[in-house]
């Protein structure tokens, strides 16, 4: 039970990031959602200390998508996050 607790309340902070990026980033002229990591964490106020995990758990899941393993604060600012949309990675 708690693993299917866990699994819901990641699929929540995933969702809760994707409508961030969504609301905060620009969409391109491909269409898709665009956010600068900085921006991103900036932004991020209320679990900012878990973005990281829940950026690496959603690029797992094919929501978004960023260039390198891990992403470091002040290192990787100018790193670009891309919000896949049409995803539905059935975390609910």
């Known amino acids: 039970m708690r693993g299917k607790d866990a699994h819901a309340h990641i699929g929540k902070e995933m969702e809760e990031l994707c409508f961030i990026i969504r609301n905060t980033g620009k969409r391109e002229q491909d ?3 665009r956010i600068t990591f900085k ?19 959603a690029r797992k899941y094919g929501l ?10 002040g290192k990787d600012d100018s790193v670009v996050i891309t919000l896949f949309e049409d995803k539905d990675p059935g975390i609910s």
């Not at 978004?64 to 604060?73: A, H, K, S």
Request: no cysteine.
């Open 31 to 33: 269409g898709q959602v």
């Open 39 to 57: 921006k991103l964490f900036d932004r991020y106020v209320t679990i900012s200390n878990k973005l990281v995990g829940v950026l690496l758990r």
């Open 64 to 73: 978004v998508d960023f260039e390198g393993e891990m992403l470091w604060q």
